[in-house]
């Protein structure tokens, strides 16, 4: 089955600073990669999503990249503010909806 | 929008006990999950159903049941509750059937602790 590395574990930036996530996966079936955002105490909650025919996506401060032939995608947020604080879980996807995630990465904006 | 609960948000049983954690979700979904969440391990899956009555084992199953018999609820049973299922159970729903990939949305959790 599919296997999702994700790093850093944590990440800590200046307040407008910008912050990258990365992940690789293992099954070069996989076609959906989405990413969460969970807050604390908060369900996990889609921010962005691409999918296999797409390399790359943005949406405002944020934007995913995806690179097939290296089986590794990444989540990059600009000017960061102390609400991009969380726990950040990347995703892969196959055929039918299996997905599987990252472990995590606890992203700190310092004010 | 997509509502999905989950029965009860902090729960406490005895080692031995059978769980039950359910999930409802209000949008005609085909597909549900349950996952447990452990800190540095992220979410794992634990089973999956993409329709009534039909069921699929994820990555760590041992330990867990499911049931589904209706489309909207999903049930994750714990046949004998141990201290190592104490953990945070997320279910979650998607509205694509077999053979294509949909967004996951999740419930708010339940937090499980097993003395």
């Known amino acids: 089955g599919e296997n999702v590395e994700q790093h850093p574990s944590t990440l800590s930036v200046q307040e407008g600073d910008s912050a990258v996530i990365k992940c690789t996966y293992s099954?070069?079936?996989?076609?959906?990669f989405p990413w969460y955002k969970q807050e604390l105490g908060k369900r996990p909650q889609l921010i962005i999503d691409?999918?296999?025919?797409?390399g790359e996506k943005k949406d405002q401060r944020i934007a995913v990249t995806l690179n097939k032939t290296a089986k590794h995608f990444s989540l990059h947020i600009t000017e960061t503010q102390p609400e991009d604080s969380a726990v950040y879980f990347c995703?892969?996807?196959?055929?039918?909806?299996?997905?599987?995630f990252g472990a995590g990465t606890r992203l700190t904006v310092k004010p | 929008d997509v509502k999905v609960t989950q029965s009860s948000r902090y729960l406490v049983k005895r080692t031995g006990e059978k769980v039950f954690l359910e999930c409802v979700q209000d949008?005609?979904?085909?597909?549900m999950f349950w996952y447990r969440q452990d800190p540095g391990l992220g979410l794992r899956l634990i089973y999956f159903?993409?329709?009534?009555?039909?069921?699929e084992k994820g990555d760590i199953p041992e330990g867990y049941s499911v049931s589904r018999e209706k489309k909207e609820r999903f049930s994750l049973i714990l046949e004998s509750a141990s201290t190592n299922q104490t953990s945070m159970y997320l279910c979650?729903?998607?509205?694509?059937?077999?053979?294509?990939?949909?967004?996951?949305?999740f419930g708010p959790g339940t937090r499980l602790t097993v003395l």
């Open positions: 979650a729903s998607s509205a694509s059937g077999t053979g294509s990939t949909d967004t996951q949305y």
């Open positions: 099954d070069s079936a996989s076609n959906y």
């Open positions: 691409i999918r296999s025919n797409v």
């Open positions: 995703a892969a996807a196959p055929y039918n909806n299996d997905m599987r």
């Open positions: 949008m005609d979904h085909e597909n």
């Open positions: 159903s993409y329709d009534v009555k039909m069921k």
